[in-house]
């Protein structure tokens, strides 16, 4: 059974960090391209970031600067480190590798 948790969301001050996890089981973790994206109330899902098998990255223009995502293939885990963060950046966000998606994890920004 292929598994994707996301955790590290929850309530952050404008300008505050956080640090996004998402452990993947039941997949070769090493073989995935993996991303995530985020979907605010009201608005599209977007993809925020990505990263390749040899950890080529790309990411959305709202998250240049000010995000990085990495992989670690001995803990099966991506993440994603957000800085400086904005009300704009409220959302949930999920991981994604191949056709396999995570349930998600809500980040508030809010003073």
């Known amino acids: 059974q292929v598994q994707l948790v996301e955790s590290g969301g929850g309530l952050v001050q404008p300008g505050g960090s956080l640090r996004l996890s998402c452990v993947a089981s039941?997949?070769?973790?090493?073989?995935?391209?993996l991303a995530w994206h985020r979907q605010a109330p009201g608005k599209q899902r977007e993809l925020v970031a990505a990263i390749t098998r040899v950890g080529f990255t790309t990411y959305a223009d709202s998250a240049k600067g000010r995000f990085t995502i990495s992989r670690d293939n001995a803990k099966n885990t991506v993440y994603l480190q957000m800085n400086n963060l904005t009300p704009e950046d409220t959302a949930v966000y999920s991981c994604?590798?191949?056709?396999?998606w995570g349930k998600g994890t809500l980040v508030t920004v809010s003073s």
């Open positions: 994604v590798g191949g056709a396999y």
């Open positions: 039941g997949i070769t973790f090493s073989s995935y391209s």
